[in-house]
């Protein structure tokens, strides 16, 4: 079993449509959690911390649910410009990446 | 330099040959990442230096790959005896400490195994 699971889409949307990724970790005592975005051929970059109250940042809201093992993200009133894949990243001492998410969203 | 530095940006090599790839870290981050990306696939855990602890190898696909760390600074990944299936992107990433804080990416190095 993959330490980090996720589900590669892809997820083809509207403008403006809420769409939501989710993830889950097989290491119970997994420390800390985040969202990274990689557009096309580019590095991976930090969109945001997953903290268990839930944190918001705009349009992303990103839920940790530790009974459960399992994080999300949210994206509402998707944008072109949010096309990109994005990747859970679970950090037990070391930082293990989820697959990534392929998300297109068209006009 | 302000962020993660990767050299070479591009590399191609004949199959069977050896090959050094380096990664230059944000000064002052004491964590150092290296992962492996295939084409369309996710990044794949490679190994992981914290400070001047023993580093985790655990990821290392099979024993020709290696890497080494001086102190806190530069890193190097080599594999030796390229094969074909080596041909991937190779990311090296850099924080300023384990796994708290934010992570920063250098663009890569392209390997090309012919």
């Known amino acids: 079993r993959k330490e980090v699971e996720q589900d590669p889409g892809p997820f083809n949307v509207p403008e403006g449509a809420t769409v939501a990724f989710n993830c889950t970790y097989s290491?119970?005592?997994?420390?800390?959690f985040f969202w990274y975005r990689q557009d096309c051929r580019k590095e991976p970059k930090l969109l945001m911390s997953?903290?268990?109250s839930g944190n918001e940042d705009g349009r992303f809201t990103a839920q940790l649910n530790r009974a459960s093992q399992y994080i999300s993200l949210l994206i509402r009133d998707s944008k072109l410009s949010d096309s990109a894949t994005y990747l859970c990243?679970?950090?037990?001492?070391?930082?293990?990446f989820g697959a990534g998410t392929r998300l297109t969203v068209k006009p | 330099g302000a962020g993660v530095s990767q050299s070479p940006s591009n590399k191609v090599t004949e199959k069977g040959k050896d090959v050094e790839l380096r990664c230059d870290p944000i000064?002052?981050?004491?964590?150092l990442y290296w992962y492996r990306q295939r084409l369309g696939q996710g990044l794949e855990f490679l190994i992981y230096?914290?400070?001047?602890?023993?580093?985790?190898k655990s990821g290392l696909p099979s024993d020709r790959f290696s890497a080494e760390r001086t102190g806190e600074s530069v890193s190097t990944l080599t594999i030796q005896r390229t094969q074909q299936e080596d041909s991937a992107v190779y990311l090296c990433?850099?924080?300023?400490?384990?796994?708290?804080?934010?992570?920063?990416f250098g663009q890569g190095t392209r390997l090309t195994v012919v």
């Open positions: 230096f914290q400070g001047n602890s023993a580093p985790d």
């Open positions: 990433a850099s924080s300023l400490s384990q796994g708290y804080t934010e992570a920063f």
């Open positions: 000064s002052g981050h004491t964590a």
């Open positions: 997953v903290y268990s």
């Open positions: 290491n119970s005592a997994s420390q800390s």
């Open positions: 990243v679970v950090i037990n001492n070391d930082m293990r």
